[in-house]
């Protein structure tokens, strides 16, 4: 715990200026390289032995995201954006089927592979996309953000608080439903703070928080994925980058499910 709070502690005034008052340009490359990152570790949880191979998928995953880069705004921008949402409502149904591609096979590893495309590319274009709409100071990507930073924290302290009841104890045993109950209640603050903060007012203000807890359910998929993918590797960690926390992919699993669906609910609200 000492060494996960540290850590946090270290990261976060970084993670907020660098939203806050990076060109979109600088952000989206940052956020590229931590991509690629999480992609190398998906490789190996996927079931991928060979490091030149895994390399060289990372390396079609860097293509990848520089062509997106120029696709910025356009129609497939948005297209692969939509993909990322409904890639994670099939999550939901492969959640409910633990045994589901977890024999170590070819077949099996490219679907994991697929999903890991499918779950990181779109929601750095999401990322950016909520990046870009503010030419200087970036509010919509903080606030994004911090719906899902608030949600992992409320739901870790209410679920060491009151937690008896397993979420899903196959794939997640230290995850309860009271955590759940700790996410929505801490995003919905924050929803309702940010959203007030960013001026947003009456039934706008409403839909805007109701996408937040959303975005944040969401969430709770990602975060119960990977877990589901890591039990399948037998692995504990998909990395271990940041101390007491794990890989990149753990830190970011919440963050890769929550911000297509923000992303889309935000354009159709027109915020």
């Excluded at 976060?12 to 190398?40: E, Q």
């Excluded at 060289?56 to 129609?75: E, P």
């Excluded at 149904?93 to 499918?118: D, Q």
């Excluded at 975005?215 to 119960?224: E, H, P, Q, T, W």
Aim: hydrophobic share 60%.
């Amino acid at each position: 715990m000492k060494q996960r709070v540290v850590t946090a502690l270290l990261v976060t005034p970084l993670a907020i200026a660098v939203i806050l008052l990076l060109p979109s340009a600088g952000f989206a490359l940052l956020v590229a390289g931590l991509c690629l990152l999480a992609l190398w570790e998906w490789t190996r949880l996927a079931g991928l032995r060979s490091r030149p191979l895994r390399g060289a998928l990372v390396a079609l995953g860097a293509g990848l995201l520089c062509a997106l880069w120029w696709q910025r705004g356009s129609w497939f921008w948005w297209l692969l954006i939509g993909a990322g949402g409904v890639w994670w409502l099939a999550a939901c149904a492969w959640l409910r089927h633990f045994t589901f591609a977890a024999a170590p096979s070819r077949a099996n590893s490219a679907l994991k592979l697929l999903g890991g495309a499918l779950a990181v590319l779109p929601a750095w274009t999401a990322m950016t996309e909520l990046h870009l709409a503010q030419p200087r100071l970036h509010t919509w990507a903080l606030y994004a953000l911090m719906l899902v930073w608030t949600a992992d924290t409320s739901a870790y302290l209410a679920g060491s608080r009151w937690g008896t009841t397993k979420l899903a104890p196959k794939i997640s045993p230290g995850k309860t439903i009271a955590g759940v109950y700790g996410a929505l209640a801490g995003s919905a603050l924050i929803a309702v703070v940010g959203g007030w903060l960013l001026e947003v007012r009456g039934a706008t203000l409403v839909a805007l928080v109701l996408l937040g807890l959303v975005s944040v359910a969401f969430s709770i998929v990602g975060d119960l994925f990977e877990s589901l993918i890591k039990r399948h590797a037998n692995v504990k960690d998909s990395g271990t980058l940041f101390p007491g926390h794990g890989g990149v992919f753990d830190r970011l699993d919440s963050v890769f499910a929550a911000l297509p669906i923000f992303a889309l609910g935000k354009f159709a609200l027109g915020l």
